[in-house]
C-alpha cells in the first residue's frame, strides 16, 4: 500500500476529476474511484489514470453471486488497479471466488490487485445496523466477525472504520489491511459519516491506509488540504 492519503474522486465526471487533478501539476497520488466516476466514464478513465501513474482503488463493492463476482473481478483485473473490494455480507463463497476472478484475470507478469472487504460502512450506526440489518451483535463485534471471514477466504483486508482496526489486527494479522474512511480534519464537518477520525487518530489506531474525499477535494484549497492530511498522516 501507498502511505499517502488516498483521494477520493467523488466526482460526477472526468472533466471535474482531471480539473481537481490538474491542481497537483502531475504529482502521482493515491486515488479512489467510486461508482458514480466509474459508471460516468468507464474503464478507460480508469486505464488513463494508471498510465499517468496514480495508485488506483477501485472501489465498486461487488455483492452477488459468487460466480457473477467471480466474472467481473476477472475483467476487473485486467484494468491494472492496485486495490479492488466486494460486500463481505456476500458470504466466504463470494470472497473466495472473487479473489480466484483476480487471480485469474490478471496478465502473467503483473501483479494481482488486493482484494479487500467491506464490513460496515462507516454511515451505519450501531443502532441502524441491529434495527435495519436485524443483526443482533455489536458494531464492532459485527465488523470483526467479517474481517475473519474475509481472512479465511484469503482476502488482503477490509474497509473498516478507524475505531476497529487495532481489534482487527489483533484478531486476524499484522499484515492484514484496514483501509478506513470516514476521515476529518479537526476544522471539518462530519457531513454523512457517524464514525470519523483525524488522520493523526487513525495513524494512532492502527489504520493501514485512509481514504479521504470531502475535506481535500471540497476544499478552498485542495493542494493546501491534502498536503496537511498527508502530514498529520505521516506522524
Known sequence: MKNQPIIALDFRNAQEAEAFLN????????LKIGMELFFSEGPEFVLKLKEAGHFIFLDLKLHDIPNTVKSAMRSLAK??????????????????????????GTPKGKTRPKLIAVTQLTSTSEAEMQQEQLISVSLEDSVLHYSKLAEEAGLDGV??????????KKHTNEAFLCVTPGIRLDT??????????????????????????????????????YERVLKEWEI
Open 159 to 168: 474497509v473498516c472504520s478507524s475505531f476497529e482496526a487495532k481489534s482487527i
Open 23 to 30: 491542481l497537483f501539476e502531475n504529482e502521482p497520488l493515491a
Open 79 to 104: 484494468l491494472g488497479v492496485d486495490l479492488v473490494n466486494v460486500h463481505a455480507a456476500g458470504g466466504k463463497q463470494m470472497m473466495v471466488e472473487a479473489l480466484n476472478g483476480l487471480n485469474e
Open 188 to 225: 471539518d464537518s462530519k457531513d454523512d459519516q457517524k464514525r470519523v477520525v483525524t488522520p493523526k487518530e487513525a495513524r494512532k489506531r492502527q489504520a493501514s491506509a485512509i481514504v479521504v474525499g470531502r475535506p481535500i477535494t471540497r476544499a478552498e484549497n485542495p493542494k493546501v488540504a
